[in-house]
Structures are given as structure tokens and as C-alpha cells.
């Protein structure tokens, strides 16, 4: 059975930092691209980061770029967020997802981030 289990979020002042982690299980870990979303309140869910499976090749929205770094560590079955820099327009929950196909989605239960002073 595929389970993603996000943890590391928390209440963090602008421009603090938090890394979060993704524990990933019943699956061949290093042979999937592994990706970040995340949804703010009243807003659709977006893409924040991707990661290919040997960790070769990531990619960033352009609202994090410089500031957010996703690895993978595929000897603990985990993706991680380095999240640096943070600003109050970060706030939302934080889902770790992976897909088969073109549109079959694994999702996490999610882990809230909220940047505030």
C-alpha cells in the first residue's frame, strides 16, 4: 500500500526557515519523480517543487525560487522542503504528492506551514 507521510511544519516568523519531510512506503522509492504542493486558504492547490527520481533534476515555481530547496534521500525512502526566507504569503498546507501516468495522484494527509510575526 503507497503512503506518503508529510511532517515538519509549524508557526514560523517571516523570514525564519523549516524543512519538511516526506516518509514515503510501498513503493520503489528511487524510481518516481516526487513533488511538493501546496494549498493556501480559498486558493486552488499549486506545484512548488519537483525532483526526479535520482535526484538529477528539480524544478521550482518561480514564487520560491532562491529560497526553497527540495532533496531526496533514497536510502530513507524521504523527500524533504528546505524552506528559507519565509514570508507570510507561504502559509498554507504543505501536501507531498506522486503520480502514475498522466493522471493517477498519491497524495499525503498534508502538514500546515503558517509564517506569521
Do not use: H
Not at 500500500?1 to 511532517?7: I, K, P, R, T
Not at 526557515?17 to 522509492?29: M, P, V
Not at 527540495?70 to 528559507?84: E, H, P
Request: charged share 20%; with cysteine.
Amino acid at each position: 500500500q503507497l503512503q506518503l507521510v508529510e511532517s515538519g511544519g509549524d508557526l514560523v516568523q517571516p523570514g525564519g526557515s523549516l524543512r519538511l519531510s516526506c516518509a514515503c512506503s510501498g513503493f520503489t522509492f528511487s524510481r518516481y519523480t516526487l513533488s511538493w504542493y501546496r494549498q493556501a486558504p480559498g486558493k486552488e492547490r499549486e506545484l512548488v517543487a519537483t525532483i526526479t527520481g535520482t535526484g538529477g533534476r528539480t524544478d521550482y515555481t518561480d514564487s520560491v525560487k532562491g529560497r526553497f530547496t527540495i532533496s531526496r534521500d533514497n536510502a530513507k525512502n524521504t523527500v524533504y522542503l528546505q524552506m528559507n526566507s519565509l514570508k507570510p504569503e507561504d502559509t498554507a498546507v504543505y501536501y507531498c504528492n506522486t503520480r502514475r501516468g498522466s493522471s493517477i495522484d498519491y497524495w499525503g494527509q498534508g502538514t500546515q506551514v503558517t509564517v506569521s510575526s
